[in-house]
C-alpha cells in the first residue's frame, strides 16, 4: 500500500523517506558511528543512494527493509572504509559519556541504560542485530532481509550476541526482551 | 510492544539523544547538493573530451615517429592490468575508471594465507560528498568471513595525517622499504612507504584462523 509512493516525484519520494523513516534511520547510522557529526553526513550519502537507486527498487518488496539496508551498508562501507581507520571521530561519544553524571544515569532507567551501552559496544555483527530486533522492533525476519544474512546464521548471531552481553554484564538481561 | 521493550526503546532513545536528529538543515542539505548538480552546464565535457581525443591523436603519431627511429624495445613494468588479469570484472572496471597515475601506484599481493574466495575494490575520495574530489585511498579486500580470515591492501593517494601507532617491530622489506607492524590479537597490519610519498598498508584479520608477523611480511614482499 505504502509503495503507492513511488508513483509520486523523485523529490517527493525524499520528502517522504525524511519525514517518515529519517528520524529512525538516523538514529539507526548513529548506532553504528557513534558521531552526531558522521550520522548526518552518511544520511546525506543515504539520501542520494536511494535518489540514484529508486528506479531498482522492486515495488513487490518492502520499501521500508530496502530503505534500512541502504543505509546499513552506507555505514558499513564508512566503518571499512581508511577514513574512518584514520581520522577519529569519537569526541562526541566521548562527550555523551562525560555529560552523563552518574546521578543522572540512576535516574534514568539504570538497567535498560546499562544494556543499551553494553549492546552498542559490541562488534557490529552482533551489535545491528540487537539495534534492528530491540530498538527498531524488527522482526526475525526483517533483520535478515535488511542484513542480507540467513535466518539460521541470524539466529546462531543472536545466540553468539547474547552470549557476549551476558559475559559483559553477568547476567542473562536480555531473555526478558521479545 | 511489551512494557519491558518500551522500556529498552526508550533508554536507547535516551542514550542517543531526546532531540529529533533529523532537522531542516538535513532536507535542505540533500535538495541544495541536488539543484546544483542539476545545474551543472554540460558544455566542459564535451571540450574536456574533444582536448583528450587531440591529444591521443597528437601522442600516437608521436609514438609512431618515435618507433620508426628506435626500435631497441624496453622492458616494460606489469600494469596493474596484468596484475588483476584474474580478478572479477567488476574490480577490473573499477580500475580502469581510475586516473592513469593513481593505476600505477597500485601494488597487489600474490601470496595470501589462503586461497582467496571474494575480491572487492573500492575507492575512497578527500571529499565524499564532491565526485570531483581527489583520491584518497584504494583498497583491495580478499577473503571474506566464510574462510576466517580478511585481508585489506590499502594505498594512500594523498597526504593523510595518520593516527598515532605504537609499533610492535620494524621490519625490512625485499624492496628495501622499512616497514611497520602493529595491532592485536584479532588484526595485524604492515605499512610502509611507497614511492612519491604514499603510504601503502596491508591489514590481516583473522576471524577464526591465526597468523603470524611472519605471515604478513611475506604477504608484503610479494607485493607487485
Known amino acids: 500500500m505504502e509503495n503507492v509512493i513511488l508513483t509520486k516525484s523523485k523529490d517527493e519520494i525524499i520528502d517522504y523517506v525524511i519525514d517518515q523513516y529519517g528520524e529512525q534511520i538516523k538514529r539507526v547510522i548513529f548506532t553504528y558511528v557513534k558521531s552526531y557529526t558522521q550520522t548526518d553526513d552518511l544520511f546525506q550519502e543515504f539520501l ?3 535518489y540514484q537507486r529508486l528506479e531498482q527498487f522492486e515495488a513487490n518488496s518492502s520499501l521500508k527493509t530496502w530503505l534500512y539496508r541502504i543505509a546499513i551498508n552506507k555505514c558499513k562501507d564508512y566503518l571499512r572504509s581508511p577514513i574512518h581507520r584514520l581520522f577519529k571521530y569519537n569526541e562526541e561519544v566521548k562527550s555523551i559519556h562525560v555529560a552523563k553524571s552518574a546521578e543522572q544515569l540512576a535516574m534514568e532507567n539504570e538497567q535498560e541504560m546499562i544494556i543499551v551501552e553494553a549492546i552498542l559496544s559490541l562488534p557490529t555483527k552482533y551489535r545491528e542485530i540487537f539495534v534492528l530486533r530491540f530498538y527498531q522492533s524488527f522482526s526475525v525476519r526483517q533483520v535478515s532481509d535488511a542484513l542480507r544474512i540467513n535466518e539460521s546464521t541470524l539466529k546462531t548471531r543472536i545466540m553468539r550476541g547474547k552470549k557476549k552481553l551476558q559475559q559483559k554484564l553477568g547476567g542473562e538481561y536480555l531473555e526478558q526482551y521479545e | 510492544m511489551s512494557n519491558t521493550n518500551k522500556n529498552l526503546n526508550k533508554a536507547f532513545n535516551d542514550y542517543i539523544g531526546s532531540a529529533s536528529l533529523v532537522t531542516n538543515e538535513d532536507r535542505k542539505r540533500f535538495f541544495r547538493r541536488m539543484n546544483k548538480n542539476n545545474k551543472k552546464s554540460h558544455w566542459m565535457p ?9 591529444l591521443l591523436i597528437t601522442g600516437a603519431y608521436i609514438g609512431y615517429q618515435s618507433s620508426l627511429v628506435d626500435i631497441v624495445e624496453e622492458p ?32 597487489v599481493p600474490t601470496e595470501f594465507p589462503d586461497e582467496p574466495k571474494s575480491f572487492t575494490f573500492r575507492v575512497d575520495l578527500v571529499d565524499p560528498m564532491q565526485e570531483e574530489s581527489r583520491i584518497l585511498s584504494t583498497e583491495f ?84
Do not use: C
Open chain 1, 48 to 50: 542520494i543512494n536511494v
Open chain 2, 46 to 54: 564535451k571540450v574536456i573530451t574533444a582536448l583528450v581525443a587531440a
Open chain 2, 76 to 107: 616494460e613494468d606489469i600494469t596493474i592490468e596484468e596484475k588483476t588479469a584474474d580478478y572479477p570484472e567488476k574490480v577490473k572496471a573499477k580500475i580502469a575508471d581510475l586516473p592513469e597515475d593513481v593505476q600505477n601506484r597500485l601494488i
Open chain 2, 141 to 224: 579486500a580478499y577473503g571474506g568471513a566464510e574462510v576466517g580470515w580478511g585481508l585489506f591492501v590499502t594505498t594512500w593517494h594523498t597526504e593523510v595525517i595518520r593516527d598515532n601507532v605504537d609499533p610492535t617491530e620494524t621490519v625490512t622489506l625485499d624492496n628495501g622499504k622499512e616497514a611497520i607492524i602493529f595491532g592485536n590479537d584479532s588484526s595485524k597490519s604492515i605499512e610502509w612507504k611507497g614511492e612519491e610519498g604514499m603510504y601503502h598498508n596491508i591489514m590481516l584479520m583473522q576471524l577464526e584462523s591465526q597468523f603470524t608477523v611472519d605471515d604478513l611480511v611475506k604477504i608484503a614482499n610479494s607485493m607487485e
